[in-house]
């Protein structure tokens, strides 16, 4: 018998402004169903405390970022915080072969982009509680100086702004209800007839 979360090349968007508990929530996901997958973004920023090649990033060079730009290996890339991120075409490849749910990873310039690309992607924004819950979230991390707190915090405005882009809007209060309600969304697209998206 086919697991009820299997059978499908199920492409699934999660973003959030930075905070909002993207990383975390796809974390739950992914310790809850085995057989999701999830496609590890290539990015020229430096590693963070705790932080794995191969498992939370894939980290490069500029230089060789900008050649799997030019041999067209990344199915969109973007410019974020003087960094460069983007998103192997090959994840996409292996979703569809396996007939199983890819999770992405992503910001709101690299969801736009990749919806223009693979236009049956699903996309899940995560939206904060509040504005003031938000700050307290970046301002917890202790792991960025103060400018560019201030940096992301404009980031996150403008982020927040674009949510109606996105096929779902999920509120991000407690890390239960916020896995829950993106499982109800993936489990009706996986059940969602194939001509209807």
């Not at 996901?29 to 997958?37: G, P, Q, T």
């Not at 290539?42 to 405390?49: F, L």
């Not at 917890?140 to 707190?149: K, N």
């Not at 940096?151 to 916020?178: K, S």
Request: proline share 3%; net charge positive.
């Amino acid at each position: 018998m086919r697991h009820r979360w299997t059978g499908k090349g199920l492409l699934v968007i999660i973003s959030s402004p930075s905070g909002g508990g993207k990383s975390t929530v796809i974390r739950a996901l992914r310790s809850r169903h085995l057989e999701f997958l999830y496609s590890i973004s290539v990015t020229t920023r430096g590693k963070r405390r705790g932080e794995r090649n191969g498992t939370h990033y894939t980290f490069v060079s500029p230089d060789q970022f900008k050649r799997l730009v030019k041999a067209g290996q990344l199915v969109e890339w973007a410019s974020v915080h003087d960094q460069f991120y983007g998103t192997p075409k090959a994840s996409i490849v292996r979703a569809r072969r396996l007939r199983r749910v890819m999770l992405f990873d992503l910001d709101v310039q690299g969801a736009a982009a990749m919806r223009q690309s693979v236009p049956s992607a699903v996309t899940i924004f995560l939206s904060p509680p509040s504005w003031e819950i938000l700050k307290k979230r970046l301002e917890g991390r202790h792991s960025e100086t103060e400018a560019q707190r201030r940096r992301r915090l404009r980031t996150a405005r403008e982020e927040l702004r674009r949510q109606r882009e996105y096929d779902y809007r999920v509120i991000n209060d407690t890390l239960e209800q916020c896995v829950s309600d993106c499982e109800a969304i993936i489990r009706a697209e996986l059940l969602r007839s194939e001509d209807k998206r």
